[in-house]
């Protein structure tokens, strides 16, 4: 049966094992870069673990951030933000074995209405991967150039073919 926790640190390890089975190596994240997303957004209940049975097979990280305000990636600290109006939705994953479920769906709905229920109004991420279409079909679209050069310059840590997107939250 799957079932989604809330993602604790005690999850990091399981967490990397999930990454490394979805991600190429220039885009992996260190333990240290998780734990500090998941300390600063304790009890927001915005990171979920997808369970099947006692078998990690999905996970997303994300977390509240002011605007245009971004993690670049591995950042190794976080600092929670002041006035939050958008959930950047920072990684999404689901293993060969837990995909052909909507797990992906289901992953990014569940912290979708967390957004709402924080009174939040949009959802930004950077597609990797060319990922893209996926997002595409997800109601985001590219944001439009140009880009502040703060948020530039963190999109590049991302590599040259990362986009960044976005999505308005409406009321359910
Ligand atoms: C992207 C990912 C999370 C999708 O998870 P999933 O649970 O298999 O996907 P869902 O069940 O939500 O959606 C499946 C649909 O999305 C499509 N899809 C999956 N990955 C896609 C991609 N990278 N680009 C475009 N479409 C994609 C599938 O073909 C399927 O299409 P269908 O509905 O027409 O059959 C998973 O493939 C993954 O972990 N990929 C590696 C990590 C990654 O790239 N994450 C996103 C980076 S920002």
Redesign the pocket.
Known sequence: MLQLKVIDTADVPAVLA?QA???APQ?HESADAFEAKLRATRGLHCSFLAMMGEQPV?YIVSLPVDDDQLPTLDAPEWTPARAPRTLY?H?????PL???????????EQVLRRARDMGLQAVA??????????????GFTEAAAPLAEGLCEKLKSFGPDARLMRRPLVAA
């Open positions: 999930l089975q979805c991600y885009f999905g939705l990684d999404l994953a689901v293993s837990g995909r052909e479920q909507r797990l992906g769906h289901k992953l990014v991420l950077v597609a990797v991967q060319e990922s893209g279409a996926y997002w595409e079909r997800l």
